[in-house]
């Protein structure tokens, strides 16, 4: 298995452009889970989703933040319109249930906005 | 902050020998989890333990829990260069609380 798929690896982009992050989970796996990380606040759960359903984002920062999960192998992760304090590294993980299973994590995606 | 934290923040130690590393939680936990974050890379998980089990070992890794004060440490022996990374805990039971991480250093 080729593990998650996180794209882009790396963005740069402009403060007021929107940003879209895409994550494609371990086949098989029923919850996603979407992070970010920084320095000062560590790695922070944004959203998750359980068959495709959002169940809890309330660690979204704010309305420019939105998750979709489409279908079982593809979600993404919008931010419109970005700011510099987005900047973070962003992950996308994976497991087979919700509750205390083995989350799988990507290689993420380096966000900088300036 | 309804994160965990990890004690030390830094440990710099010599190749071989054993590093411990401390967590404490704040909510209740239907289990934890270690993690390791190589620089520059997603986390990959290394060792559950669940709140009804008080140690468990995995390899060089031995993880034990303590429920009455909310806190879990992780020991690897024999350490090595590649251990260098940094570990958290996580509580991933009902909720999904990362800890704040601690960087280790092992020196060649």
Known sequence: ?114 | SQQGEEDPQALSIQEGENATMNCSYKTSINNLQWYRQNSGRGLVHLILIRSNEREKHSGRLRVTLDTSKKSSSLLITASRAADTASYFCANTGNQFYFGTGTSLTVIP
């Not at chain 1, 690896?9 to 990380?37: A, D």
Request: proline content about 7%; charged content about 20%; overall charge negative.
């Open chain 1, 1 to 114: 298995d080729a593990g998650v798929i996180q794209s882009p690896r790396h963005e740069v982009t402009e403060m007021g452009q929107e940003v879209t992050l895409r994550c494609k989970p371990i086949s098989g796996h029923n919850s996603l889970f979407w992070y970010r990380q920084t320095m000062m606040r560590g790695l922070e759960l944004l959203i998750y989703f359980n068959n495709n359903v959002p169940i809890d984002d309330s660690g979204m920062p704010e309305d420019r933040f939105s998750a979709k999960m489409p279908n079982a192998s593809f979600s993404t992760l919008k931010i419109q319109p970005s700011e510099p304090r987005d900047s973070a590294v962003y992950f996308c993980a994976s497991s087979f249930l919700a509750g205390g299973e083995t989350q799988y994590f990507g290689p993420g995606t380096r966000l900088l906005v300036l």
